[in-house]
């Protein structure tokens, strides 16, 4: 039985560089941001139903899902966050477990890189979950920063997931990516010698 570990953290911690991290030690990993994208491409039942529940204007002209477009929509209604969660989560969930059962039976564990793991009640489907967490405020900054956001959307993004010290109090390990690069690193290192050796 291969051991499942999901991956998760808030938004603009740090994960997606531990996710790599992880990728680079050479433990199989899978991301749902980009099953997400996937489930909802061009031709997809996903993206059809986008367009059904978000309308037309929700489908670029080249055919693909209007990601800033739907982000607006969805970050300021919540309704709507709720019915887009639905259309993509179930699909996204599905792709995950396809993952894991193509697997050669002797791979120990692999890694689910889940970013709304919580919010969206996942947690009991992996034997252990590593949470990546730093401040929140560093986590704001962050954001800011790399999304080029007003500090008022960016507390909105924030806001639409489970306040990250919370994630921490439910993990099994955790990651802190506040200090070095370094850090970090040494932090990942010795999570994998971890659950490698179990």
């Known amino acids: ?20 991290k992880i990728k680079e030690a050479g433990v199989p990993i899978v991301d749902a941001d980009v099953l997400a994208r996937e489930v909802v491409a061009p031709g997809t039942p996903g993206l059809a139903a986008v367009r059904k529940r978000f309308g037309p204007d929700a489908v670029r002209r080249d055919g693909t899902m209007d990601r800033v477009r739907i982000a607006q929509i969805v970050f300021k209604d ?5 019915d887009l969660e639905a259309i993509i ?11 894991f059962a193509q697997l050669p039976k002797r791979t120990p564990f692999a890694v689910a890189d889940v970013p709304l793991l919580f919010e969206t009640k996942r947690e009991g489907q992996f034997q ?4 990546v967490a ?11 920063e790399r999304s080029k956001l007003s500090k008022e959307d960016a ?18 390990h955790v990651i802190r990516t506040e ?11 010795g999570l994998i010698k971890k659950l490698s050796a179990k």
């Open 179 to 189: 200090g070095t690069f370094e850090e970090t690193d040494a932090q990942v290192a």
């Open 78 to 82: 919540k309704r709507a966050r709720l």
């Open 134 to 144: 730093c401040p929140r405020d560093i986590q704001l900054m962050r954001l800011m």
């Open 1 to 20: 039985m291969i051991r499942r570990i999901g991956l998760t953290g808030g938004i603009a911690t740090g994960k997606s560089y531990v996710a790599g």
């Open 155 to 172: 507390e909105r993004r924030l806001s639409a997931q489970l306040p990250i010290d919370q994630k921490v109090k439910k993990a099994t």
């Open 89 to 99: 989560h179930p699909a996204v969930q599905r792709a995950i477990d396809d993952f």
């Open 128 to 131: 252990e979950v590593v949470v």
